[in-house]
């Protein structure tokens, strides 16, 4: 069968749904690929790049979605490209189905199988699909470079001989595939970056990432990213409340501000009001991810970039993904081949439409004449719920001190019974052994037992344990050796003069490493 891929009619789209390497991996599926001569030219794919891949060049939309058996591409289909759609014919492409019932319709009465890759489920398996992360990424990532380009300073601080400049505040709004980008993008930039998720078990992956999570004092439990299939559930109008009231605390000391808060099939969430922008420094911007949807922010303009009166600027671009069409291509391209692999078990250039697979069903919108959108929700869970952690006890002082006495106790009844083990094993051996051979054993005994002590009691502030422990067990041994280094056997001196040196060489070189693995967590 064929798959074709046209030129995206969209006003400005210019990703490209198919690229020659992603060509060549579904040759190897069994598939014949076209391309509508010029789709790939804007994301910097040439006609002559497919042709030496192995792809068909066709002249004119209509030649290809009449000679193709699968239509991949980007954006949702026009009406026009509806018209030209036929029965048992696929389309692949995001779709929005929730929001396009009109072509949903189309599609259907024409009976095409309709899949849209904004609706693949969110489960492990899926990760290789999941278009709307790989475009979310690069929105993220794309969103962070406007701001910087619309942004006045440095984002890293820098001290320079014609003075000082601080570093830029970022915050961004939503940690989800986008906002994770943006905050790595912004840290790696050298910003003092922040972030906000209504979801409070994205907060380690925030915090792993060099950014400081926004924490509310709000007492009421959130909804766990699991029952939502990872993403943000809507909230209660006292949290809601409670988010602005720190967003405008916060606003007047935060230069940049990237929004991603988004729930799929529902408007944007207004999340940055005006009061929030009038009390912003000039200069200041503004990057809102969710102007398709209506912005988070109460200015944004969808698909314009403004400023305001008090010297904000504002940016409510929807085409990120497209102003880096090359990457993005890529990345879609893969996803759809990924999809095609998966309905190509045979690898024989026959797609099988199982609707008994989670992700091709979830996927799936319309298929034989019938409108299949909703999907039921997958067998499998998107993600495993967090268990619930309980508070711990605040234990009373009378507690605490119940509990020392005890640990003390404890610790004493150890030891007392180490010692008695020890003293019956000395006798035992005493019994026995020369009263010479007694004299010298005692003595290597307690240095046993003072050295352990010496070195499990060494605190690791700076070092690793492991370091700490090989470095308090050398200079026990330098110590040893430093005594016996005057003696007056010649023997005596090489091997005490060789334990200094190879112990010395071991505590030295402990702390050049332990500075080494220091500074890798230290900004330059």
């Known amino acids: 069968m064929k798959i074709g891929a046209p030129n995206e009619v969209f006003p400005g789209e210019d990703r490209v749904a198919m690229t020659p390497a992603s060509a060549k991996d579904l040759q190897k599926l069994g598939y014949e690929c076209l391309i509508e001569t010029g789709a ?31 239509v991949a591409k980007v954006r949702p289909p026009s009406l026009d490209e509806t018209k030209r759609m036929r029965k048992d014919q696929t389309l692949i492409s995001f779709f929005y189905p929730a929001q396009n019932a009109e072509l949903m319709e189309a599609a259907n009465k024409k009976g095409s199988t309709v899949i849209a890759m ?89 915090e792993s990432m060099g950014a400081e999570f926004v924490f509310l004092d709000f007492e009421e439990e959130q909804t766990d990213g699991a ?8 909230s209660s109008p006292e949290f809601a409340a409670a988010q602005l009231a720190k967003f405008r605390e916060i606003a007047p000391d935060i230069d940049i501000v990237i929004t991603t808060a988004l729930i799929p099939g529902r408007d944007a969430p207004e999340l940055w009001t005006k009061d929030m922008v009038d009390s912003m420094k000039p200069g200041s911007v503004i990057v809102d991810l969710a102007a398709e949807r209506g912005g988070n922010c109460k200015l ?59 992700v091709i069903r979830g996927a799936t919108a319309t298929h034989q004449g ?24 605040e234990l009373t002082p009378e507690e605490k001190r119940a509990e020392e006495v005890a640990a003390f106790k404890a610790q004493t009844k150890n030891q007392v019974t180490l010692i008695a083990v020890g003293a019956a094993l000395l006798l035992a051996i005493g019994l026995v052994a020369p009263a010479s ?12 037992f003072i050295g352990f ?13 492991l370091m700490a422990v090989t470095n308090a067990i050398s200079s026990i041994i330098i110590l040893g050796a430093l005594t016996q280094i005057g003696s007056g056997s010649a023997l005596v001196v090489i091997l005490a003069a060789l334990a200094v040196f190879m112990t010395g060489i071991n505590i030295f070189g402990g702390f050049l490493v332990t500075r080494r693995m220091l500074a890798m967590f230290q900004k330059s």
């Open 40 to 70: 790939g030219h804007s994301a910097g794919f040439s006609d002559a790049a497919y042709e030496e891949a192995g792809v068909t060049i066709m002249k004119t939309p209509a030649a290809l979605w009449k000679a193709a058996d699968i």
């Open 118 to 206: 904004d609706m693949v489920p969110r489960i492990s398996r899926a990760q290789k699909m999941d278009a709307l992360s790989s475009m979310a990424n690069i929105a993220g990532y794309r969103a962070v470079i406007e701001a910087g380009n619309n942004f006045g300073r440095f984002f890293t601080g820098q001290v320079t001989a014609a003075g000082k400049v601080p570093p830029a505040k970022v915050l961004v709004v939503g940690a989800g595939v986008a906002g994770l980008a943006a905050i790595g993008t912004a840290t790696s930039l050298g910003a003092i970056t922040y972030a906000f998720d209504v979801r409070p078990e994205v907060a380690e992956q925030v």
């Open 227 to 234: 029952a939502t299939g990872g993403y943000a559930a809507v």
């Open 300 to 358: 944004t303009v969808m698909d314009k970039k403004i400023v305001t009166d008090n010297g904000v600027t504002i940016i409510g671009y929807t085409d990120f993904p497209s102003r880096m069409a090359a990457q993005s291509s890529t990345l879609y391209s893969t996803n759809i081949r990924h999809m095609m692999t998966d309905l190509t078990p045979e690898k024989d250039g026959v797609p099988n439409h199982n609707m008994e697979d989670d």
């Open 370 to 393: 019938e409108i299949t959108f909703p999907p039921p929700p997958p067998k499998v869970a998107a993600i495993a719920a967090q268990p619930k952690k309980e508070a711990p006890k």
């Open 437 to 448: 051979f007694m004299q010298h054993f005692i003595v290597f005994v307690l240095s046993v």
């Open 453 to 465: 002590q010496v070195i499990w009691g060494v605190a690791h502030s700076l070092h690793t344990p």
